[in-house]
């Protein structure tokens, strides 16, 4: 049996009959339930446009600065070295990106938005914002606000506080 044939079409949130015990209580714990559900609707969302979450902010990220370097691409997205050589092969496959050699850096490549990439990245952004709009539509703007505020605050680096380096 493959992987995905042993992964169910649709998350179950919460399986009936079963005791969750400590996992009730875990942030991390209903972090990822709550990302497996929302990687669902979104794949589901942008899979005609052959766009994944990853994909889709790479493309937002290069295209918002034309230019970067992979490698700060990488540090940006928080992927290793050897997943953005990956990620953005794949991208420059599809005809989304180009990557340039850096004249001032023979180890580093600069990366850009084709036209074809750009008008498949103004697809996903009106798809992505519907699937946001989806997504969190149970919230009300002050509890989407406040949500934001709260994984931001959790996924900080620890070196930080407010956006302050700390001593």
Not at 13 to 18: A, D, K, L, T
Not at 35 to 49: H, K, M, R, T, W
Not at 50 to 61: E, H, K, L, S, W
Not at 63 to 88: E, H, K
Request: net charge positive; hydrophobic share 40%.
């Amino acid at each position: 049996m493959t992987r995905s044939a042993s992964i169910p079409k649709r998350f179950e949130r919460r399986v009936p009959g079963v005791r969750y015990g400590l996992l009730d209580r875990l942030v991390g714990y209903h972090l990822r339930r709550a990302q497996i559900a929302i990687y669902e609707d979104f794949e589901a969302a942008l899979g005609p446009l052959d766009m994944t979450p990853q994909r889709f902010a790479a493309m937002v990220v290069i295209s918002a600065n034309d230019g970067i370097a992979q490698g700060r691409l990488g540090r940006v997205l928080g992927i290793a070295r050897s997943g953005v050589v990956q990620l953005v092969h794949g991208l420059q496959s599809r005809g989304w990106v180009t990557r340039d050699a850096d004249g001032d850096d023979a180890r580093a490549w600069l990366l850009s938005v084709t036209d074809e990439g750009a008008a498949r990245l103004a697809a996903a952004r009106r798809l992505v914002s519907a699937h946001d709009r989806r997504i969190s539509q149970r919230l009300s703007a002050e509890e989407r606000r406040v949500l934001v505020t709260l994984l931001e605050r959790l996924g900080a680096d620890e070196s930080t506080e407010g956006g302050t380096p700390r001593p």
